[in-house]
């Protein structure tokens, strides 16, 4: 009798809602159509490079589906980092596969995640991707799942910021997620009828900023300003906190909110506050819209795997899921289009 093939889950880099739905589906259907066998592997890479797994049937992924965060734990290891010992990553990795009689690797994760994805397809390890990131800034898919909720979370934060910014006659200043992309910011600041929204993708004058704050007290409102982590202003002076690098190499930001806030308060004597929503954002149950499209990702990859394919992710175009290669998939980041800021222009002030 022939051993049923087993399958290898791993859910890298940051934790975001809809990771669960992903596990859930691959399981429910490599199980149930397909007779397959699965492995979960512990915190990203650090599962298959140290060879750390956990049970992965349909018993344990029964119930998780509303669950936020992924139940396989997650971590920003980079497996072609420099390592002690004789062997590389991709030689603990690829061992450890064979040694667990894995045949396939699905996975879930980012621009970091799905970039060590690429170069393991390319070493001869049997992989195929799902995109996941709050960011929405992989260029291969239309949307990623988690976005959605992110900003809905910021846009609950946005409209109760409203209230208590008018009742004391304060600037509020909301920092939201987006290290490259604006995406969350440009969402949820427009949902959330933001006064004024700051993205990575166009620097920003303080200037111009204090002016649509003065210009908005001098209507009887109190603005809020929602700007991404990754904002900079023009004035190369204005300078924010940078907290190290992760295992990628990416600086950790922090700091542009408060940065704002001191700003607004030295150029128009008028009281400021920040609010930074951090992990709020990635926290907590996901919205239907993300537990559908994670569930039809996790689908979808179970069927490329089932078809043999390697080296390829699987994206959203339209409302389709289609097939597309691990390398196009991190070629370059989606950020926000000058025209799709400018919509949002007209509501500044």
């Known amino acids: 009798m022939v051993a049923p093939m087993r399958v290898g889950v791993l859910t890298g880099g940051g934790d975001c809602p809809g990771l669960n739905a992903v596990i859930r589906a691959v399981v429910r259907k490599g199980v149930q159509e397909y007779g397959y066998e699965f492995v979960g592997f512990r915190d990203g890479w650090r599962g298959p490079l140290e060879g750390d797994t956990v049970p992965l049937d349909v018993q344990a992924v029964r119930g998780i589906l509303p669950r936020g965060g992924t139940i396989l734990?997650?971590?920003r290891t980079n497996p072609f980092a420099s390592r002690d010992g004789e062997r590389s990553g991709v030689e603990q990795i690829k061992d450890n596969l064979?040694?667990?009689?894995?045949?396939?690797?699905?996975?879930i994760g980012g621009e970091d995640t799905l970039g060590a994805a690429t170069k393991l397809h390319a070493e001869g390890v049997r992989v195929v991707g799902v995109p996941k990131t709050i960011d929405n800034?992989?260029?291969a898919?239309?949307?990623t799942f988690g976005f959605d909720t992110a900003v809905n979370i910021a846009m609950e934060a946005i409209d109760r910021l409203h209230t208590t910014a008018e009742s004391h006659h304060r600037a509020l200043i909301v920092e939201v997620m987006g290290r490259h992309a604006g995406w969350i910011a440009l969402h949820a600041g427009m949902a959330g009828g933001a006064n004024v929204i700051l993205i990575p993708e166009k620097p920003f004058e303080i200037k111009k900023?204090?002016?649509y704050v003065e210009h908005r007290f001098q209507t009887r409102?109190?603005?809020i300003v929602v700007v991404a982590e990754g904002a900079h202003a023009v004035e190369s002076d204005l300078a924010v906190s940078e907290q190290g690098l992760d295992s990628f190499g990416h600086v950790r930001l922090?700091?542009?909110g408060q940065m704002l806030a001191d700003e607004i308060e030295k150029r128009t004597g008028k009281e400021a506050r920040v609010a930074v929503l951090g992990h709020i954002q990635r926290g907590g149950t996901p919205t239907a819209s993300d537990r559908v499209l994670a569930t039809r990702f996790g689908v979808q990859a179970i069927e490329a795997v089932h078809d043999g394919a390697s080296g390829i992710m699987v994206a959203l175009r339209s409302t389709d899921i289609i097939r597309v290669p691990l390398s196009e998939a991190t070629a370059e980041l989606k950020t926000v289009p000058q025209q799709r800021y400018a919509e949002a222009e007209v509501f500044f002030g």
């Open 73 to 75: 734990g997650t971590s």
């Open 98 to 107: 064979a040694g667990l009689g894995v045949g396939a690797l699905i996975a």
């Open 137 to 139: 800034d992989l260029g």
């Open 141 to 143: 898919t239309d949307y």
């Open 209 to 211: 900023v204090c002016e």
């Open 221 to 223: 409102y109190s603005p």
């Open 254 to 256: 922090g700091g542009v």
